[in-house]
């Protein structure tokens, strides 16, 4: 009984002592996590409800002016647009380094 008595008491410690290294050597993990990067769009329908409002053959003042406040529209979303694709550019070289 004394020999069991100390196979078991040796026999502990050295279970403890692998199930130890087992839990430490598997909390590591070697996958890397990328951030999504999201290619800018242009949005069309706000191109299509500032082209409805364009007028085609502009007779007076008016009509030219509402022209220029619809290019000028217009031009504010591509340059929104560009300054999107830029943050992208800039997203994607910073993902390379």
């Known amino acids: 009984m004394l020999i069991l008595n100390g196979i078991v008491c040796a026999f502990i410690p050295i279970m403890f002592l692998c199930l130890l290294i087992f839990a430490l050597s598997s909390c590591s993990t070697a996958v890397t996590i990328q951030n999504p990067v999201e290619v800018p769009e242009v949005p069309e329908e ?26 000028e529209g217009l031009l504010n979303i591509y340059v929104d647009y560009t300054d999107a694709l830029e943050g992208y550019i800039s997203n ?3 993902e390379m380094a």
Do not use: H, K, R
């Open 92 to 94: 994607i070289a910073t």
């Open 46 to 71: 706000e191109i299509q409800s500032l082209l409805t409002n364009l007028i085609d053959s502009p007779v007076t003042e008016y009509d030219l002016m509402q022209n220029l406040y619809v290019y």
